[in-house]
């Protein structure tokens, strides 16, 4: 599997990468639980663990100011370790901060003073082979999805579901391409996951 998936650097000295897990650097990783504690414990008042068991098979995209600050960040959990909801089992995007009142979620017109954006769905195909994905939101962010869903073909509202801490979730979908369609190609990943974990484990054991 695909681990170190991406890197682009604008013109004005953002920088967006995305990494798995087992490619982070101690400061990274520790930048990024920081942020997510501030955002969703502290400054939100939510009480909860910002921090799961799925950490170390998720991938990590972030955006780093010209400062080499990271200011932005979100995970994707590829399809072998996310949930089924309506049928769809797609990569989930989840636990997201953005700092820096200069980096967008999504690159709409909209938003003419973004110097850069996270959104970024063909890097994420590039591990599961589907850019079709979920979004997990709570209330405050879910309203500003209702603003970018009017200029995001494919962005859509599924339904609302209390997490294990009681918060309502509000998951949103991508979904360029229809499920149907979308779904032999994530089973052909999810299998291939199942496979090499099951090799990995043969390994050990012999």
């Known amino acids: 599997m695909l681990k170190n998936v991406g890197i682009h650097k604008y013109e004005n000295g953002y920088v967006k990468k995305a990494k798995h897990f087992d490619l982070l650097t101690k400061e990274e990783y520790a930048t990024i639980i920081y942020h997510r504690v ?74 003419k003073e973004a110097k850069a954006f996270i959104w970024t769905p063909e890097w994420v195909a590039r591990v599961s082979g589907s850019s079709n994905s979920i979004m997990d939101m709570y209330e405050d962010t879910h309203g500003i999805l209702n603003f970018f869903a009017k200029h995001m073909p494919g962005l859509k509202y599924l339904g609302t579901e209390p997490d294990e801490y009681g918060f309502d979730g509000y998951k949103w979908v991508y979904e360029p391409s229809p499920s149907e369609v979308e779904m032999p190609i994530i089973r052909k990943f999810i299998e291939s996951q199942t496979k090499s974990e099951y090799t990995a484990a043969a390994t050990l054991t012999t």
């Open 38 to 111: 501030n955002n969703f414990v502290v400054d939100n008042k939510r009480i909860m663990n910002p921090v799961d068991k799925l950490e170390k098979d998720c991938f990590f995209l972030w955006i780093d100011n010209p400062k080499g600050e990271m200011v932005a960040c979100v995970r994707v959990r590829p399809p072998h370790i996310a949930y089924e909801y309506k049928g769809r089992q797609y990569n989930v995007w989840d636990k997201a901060w953005i700092i820096d009142p200069y980096v967008s979620l999504f690159p709409v017109p909209e938003f």
